[in-house]
Nanobody, 116 residues
Framework: QVQLAESGGGLVQPGGSLRLSCAASGIIFALADMAWYRQAPGKQRELVATITSAGNTNYADSVKGRSTISRDNAKNTVYLQMNSLKPEDTAIYYC??????????WGQGTQVTVSS
């Protein structure tokens, strides 16, 4: 059974920070490419950041310079550190895992709300 469990979301003021976590089980985590997506109300799901099994990272322009994606293979966990948060960052954030030639898996999401 594959499971992705996100945590770390919540309410934060503009300019604040959050660290999201995604703990994976049921997959060989070290072989998986990992990503964070987000979906705001009324909008399509969009890619936020990716980190490959080799450790290569990419970021959406909207979060570049403010966010860092990282992974700890010993803990089967991927992280998204978000700083200088803006109201536009408000969304449900989803974790995705994908192994080459395999099926992608999704977490249930964690809510991030940036508001005064």
């Amino acid at each position: 059974q594959v499971q992705l469990a996100e945590s770390g979301g919540g309410l934060v003021q503009p300019g604040g920070s959050l660290r999201l976590s995604c703990a994976a089980s049921g997959i060989i985590f070290a072989l998986a490419d990992m990503a964070w997506y987000r979906q705001a109300p009324g909008k399509q799901r969009e890619l936020v950041a990716t980190i490959t099994s080799a450790g290569n990272t990419n970021y959406a322009d909207s979060v570049k310079g403010r966010s860092t994606i990282s992974r700890d293979n010993a803990k089967n966990t991927v992280y998204l550190q978000m700083n200088s948060l803006k109201p536009e960052d408000t969304a449900i954030y989803y974790c995705r895992a994908h192994v080459t030639s395999g099926w992608p898996y999704w977490g249930q999401g964690t809510q991030v709300t940036v508001s005064s």
